[in-house]
């Protein structure tokens, strides 16, 4: 039904300087007129956010799946208790109080063209959903949604849980806040791990541009490294990965 992660949709106040930012950040060129980036495994869309949006709210992000045939997932999706309405553009989106107020829409799976080696930044990796309840996110992406749950471990050291739903070669990160324990409350796109092909390349690239980068450090995952990147990101978290093992199927 669900074949991967078609775009990641970005409320922000200004379109055109997001643009401007992320291009930089990502290593994409800018389309004239437009209002998204396409690197090699999905694409990063920006929307108007809504009046009344202050600066101290979180960033809005929309996570956006694909189906072969959107319509036969949206009847699926209705009969297993996530109704929602078809919009325009063959997108279907989930009411947020079925999903516990994460947006997310279904629309139909394009066709992703062979990246350019020559770009650092090949695509995303993972989309953090930060939950205070990690049994109700297993039901919801693994049951109701149908993602592959391919870990779910908890950290002592780190006070986390953390689920792993792989769709379509990319993952869906739920992160669960073991010292804050079990709550009701809604859960929430808290930020993005972008894949690079060359994380040292990035890093200098990123840091040549102005870009506020931390140092490159050991990643959790064994065999990689990472960095976060500080500014021009709308407000999102955001973490560079790169190294070996992060192909997946």
């Not at 809604?186 to 931390?214: C, E, K, Y």
């Not at 990472?226 to 070996?244: D, H, Q, Y």
């Amino acid at each position: 039904m669900i074949t991967g992660i078609d775009h990641i949709a970005l409320e922000v106040a200004n379109i055109p300087q997001a643009l401007e930012d992320y291009s930089a950040v990502l290593g994409r060129p800018r389309v004239a007129s437009g209002d998204r980036l396409q690197l090699d495994t999905l694409a990063l869309q920006f929307r108007a956010s809504r009046d009344g949006d202050t600066a101290d709210q979180p960033p809005r992000l929309r996570l956006v799946l694909a189906a072969a045939d959107v319509a036969a997932a949206a009847h699926r999706l209705t009969r297993r208790a996530l109704p929602g309405t078809m919009q325009a553009g063959d997108l279907f989106e989930i009411d947020t109080a079925a999903t516990y107020g994460v947006p997310i829409g279904v629309t139909k799976a394009a066709e992703l063209t062979q990246g350019d080696p020559s770009n650092d930044i090949a695509g995303l990796d993972h989309v953090v959903v930060s939950t205070p309840d990690p049994e109700r996110a297993v039901a919801l992406y693994g049951g109701r949604l149908g993602l592959d749950l391919r870990l779910d471990r908890t950290n002592p050291e780190h006070n986390n849980r953390l689920l792993f739903f792989v769709c379509g070669g990319l993952v869906v990160e739920i992160s669960h806040n073991t010292k804050k324990g079990v709550g009701a409350g809604p859960d929430r796109i808290f930020g993005l791990a972008w894949r690079a092909r060359d994380i040292d390349r990035a890093h200098a690239r990123m840091a040549a541009q102005g870009i506020d980068v931390s140092e490159i450090r050991t990643g959790r995952r064994a065999g990689t490294r990472v960095f976060t990147v500080r500014n021009r990101t709308a407000g999102v978290p955001t973490l560079i990965i790169g190294g070996e093992g992060l192909e997946r199927s």
